[in-house]
């Protein structure tokens, strides 16, 4: 006969392994490394996520270290190392990882204002230019943002490919890798490069908008540029809004408490949560790997692309 102590005494016994199965985890990662890649300036970066990493310190119970990462690249190779636990990535940078074979697992994603999941790739123009498509650039100077960004290399190749245009850098008289989204804006501003290829996902959520907000771009004479001093010429399919992604290596129990403080953050500190996006998103989507796959797809037409134009 099962008496009522017995109950409580496995209930207490459960309850002790889920405690002690917690406290394992924390006992082996003490320290858990958060990498992002910079669409602003470092300080920006910074001021943007610190607050959100305090918050995953907190609700963790270990510390979070936030790492802003030079480029897409080194986020893929600090996962591959082991030494980067949590990442926001690119969806393409995300599909390169996992094609190199770093072991990561995608687990969320952003969900934004209006409660789709995804964004563009577009190529802005000068306002003030005569460019009204791509067409009329042939021998311009074309703004990409980093050979593993989505929306400033992956997608506009693709989408310029789909136009007839399979090779880039014939196609206009430079094409040039800024370093980030802000620096291709910057450059387009400035005049140095004519087209720029840019992420959005409306007028109010985008690197453009993030930096207008910020008085960043400003015109010769030091009055601010405005959002309306440029024109988007080109929009590509939405594309699958980036995956945070933990390493595939980390226990369970880490992983769920991981994906668990990412979907409490809204509610829980909803003032960390919107610094992330000035307020431009709301919340956070469950996802899997799997819903990355036709990225995947995507990055290895790109890489036929290369392969095809070096042969």
């Given at each position: 006969?099962?008496?009522?102590?017995?109950?409580?005494?496995?209930?207490?016994?459960?309850?002790?392994?889920?405690?002690?199965?917690?406290?394992?985890?924390?006992?082996?990662?003490?320290?858990?490394?958060?990498?992002?890649?910079?669409?602003?300036?470092?300080?920006?970066?910074?001021?943007?996520?610190?607050?959100?990493?305090?918050?995953?310190?907190?609700?963790?119970?270990?510390?979070?270290?936030?790492?802003?990462?030079?480029?897409?690249?080194?986020?893929?190779?600090?996962?591959?190392?082991?030494?980067?636990?949590?990442?926001?990535?690119?969806?393409?940078?995300?599909?390169?990882?996992?094609?190199?074979?770093?072991?990561?697992?995608?687990?969320?994603?952003?969900?934004?204002?209006?409660?789709?999941?995804?964004?563009?790739?577009?190529?802005?123009?000068?306002?003030?230019?005569?460019?009204?498509?791509?067409?009329?650039?042939?021998?311009?100077?074309?703004?990409?943002?980093?050979?593993?960004?989505?929306?400033?290399?992956?997608?506009?190749?693709?989408?310029?490919?789909?136009?007839?245009?399979?090779?880039?850098?014939?196609?206009?008289?430079?094409?040039?890798?800024?370093?980030?989204?802000?620096?291709?804006?910057?450059?387009?501003?400035?005049?140095?490069?004519?087209?720029?290829?840019?992420?959005?996902?409306?007028?109010?959520?985008?690197?453009?908008?993030?930096?207008?907000?910020?008085?960043?771009?400003?015109?010769?004479?030091?009055?601010?540029?405005?959002?309306?001093?440029?024109?988007?010429?080109?929009?590509?399919?939405?594309?699958?809004?980036?995956?945070?992604?933990?390493?595939?290596?980390?226990?369970?129990?880490?992983k769920a408490a991981i994906a668990k403080a990412f979907f409490d953050a809204p509610a829980k500190d909803k003032a960390a949560f919107d610094r992330l996006s000035d307020g431009q998103k709301k919340?956070?989507?469950?996802?899997?790997?799997?819903?990355?796959?036709?990225?995947?797809?995507?990055?290895?037409?790109?890489?036929?692309?290369?392969?095809?134009?070096?042969?």
């Amino acid at each position: 006969m099962i008496t009522r102590r017995l109950v409580l005494a496995g209930t207490a016994a459960l309850a002790f392994a889920g405690s002690a199965s917690a406290e394992d985890w924390k006992t082996k990662y003490p320290e858990l490394t958060f990498a992002v890649v910079p669409a602003e300036n470092a300080s920006g970066v910074t001021e943007r996520w610190a607050p959100f990493v305090s918050y995953l310190s907190k609700e963790l119970g270990v510390k979070v270290t936030l790492r802003i990462a030079n480029d897409y690249a080194a986020v893929i190779e600090g996962q591959r190392a082991g030494n980067i636990h949590i990442a926001s990535y690119g969806s393409a940078s995300f599909a390169r990882a996992r094609l190199t074979g770093v072991k990561t697992d995608a687990f969320a994603n952003d969900i934004n204002a209006d409660g789709s999941t995804g964004y563009y790739s577009v190529f802005f123009v000068k306002a003030s230019s005569a460019y009204k498509k791509i067409d009329d650039l042939k021998g311009k100077n074309l703004g990409l943002v980093d050979p593993n960004s989505t929306s400033g290399n992956n997608v506009p190749r693709f989408e310029l490919d789909k136009m007839g245009i399979h090779d880039a850098e014939g196609y206009f008289s430079k094409v040039v890798y800024t370093g980030s989204h802000e620096n291709a804006m910057l450059a387009l501003s400035q005049g140095t490069i004519d087209v720029a290829a840019n992420q959005w996902t409306s007028d109010d959520d985008s690197t453009l908008a993030q930096m207008l907000t910020k008085g960043m771009l400003k015109n010769a004479d030091g009055s601010a540029i405005k959002k309306d001093d440029f024109r988007i010429i080109h929009k590509s399919a939405p594309i699958i809004n980036g995956p945070y992604a933990y390493n595939a290596e980390l226990p369970e129990d880490a992983k769920a408490a991981i994906a668990k403080a990412f979907f409490d953050a809204p509610a829980k500190d909803k003032a960390a949560f919107d610094r992330l996006s000035d307020g431009q998103k709301k919340g956070f989507h469950p996802a899997t790997t799997k819903d990355w796959d036709g990225t995947i797809e995507l990055i290895k037409f790109v890489d036929a692309l290369r392969k095809k134009k070096a042969s």
